[in-house]
């Protein structure tokens, strides 16, 4: 029996000040554009068939939630992780960001069989870049249990 779920997809709902410099960002990071969930106010972008983020002008995402909208420059309401084929895929999408004006805001982790880093784009949204061996971390996990 599997112990993964089935696969799903994410849409991930992100208030950006800038939309079009919001769009450029996340396109210098590998992300593509999908026109049919586009205006004005509101651009889906694809990192996979199963992983997008719809950016949307802080009045557009205000009319979803009463709930006002934090500056994440100074607040976390979430993390958000993207995985990588390789450690050298983490750093190449990790210096794209930063290429693209987005900020490293945690130190590099490096546990050997994962290894990961982060960046910030420019509305303070925190992703975590990661690639993970896991044969070796499911190793790890089952020799730290005995």
Request: charge should be negative; aromatic fraction near 8%; charged fraction near 20%.
């Amino acid at each position: 029996m599997p112990n993964a779920p089935a696969p799903k997809m994410i849409f991930i709902n992100l208030p950006v000040k800038d939309l079009a410099a919001s769009i450029a960002f996340y396109e210098s990071v590998g992300a593509v554009r999908n026109n049919d969930f586009a205006d004005e106010s509101a651009q889906m972008l694809s990192f996979s068939d199963a992983i997008h983020v719809m950016l949307l002008t802080h009045e557009r995402f205000a009319s979803f939630t009463p709930r006002g909208i934090p500056d994440a420059h100074e607040t976390a309401q979430v993390l958000l992780a993207l995985s990588e084929a390789s450690r050298e895929d983490v750093d190449a999408t990790v210096d794209k960001a930063l290429a693209a004006g987005g900020t490293e805001p945690n130190p590099s982790q490096d546990y050997g069989f994962m290894y990961g880093r982060s960046f910030a784009d420019p509305d303070g949204h925190i992703w975590e870049v990661t690639w993970m061996d896991v044969e070796a971390a499911l190793a790890a996990n089952k020799e730290a249990a005995a």
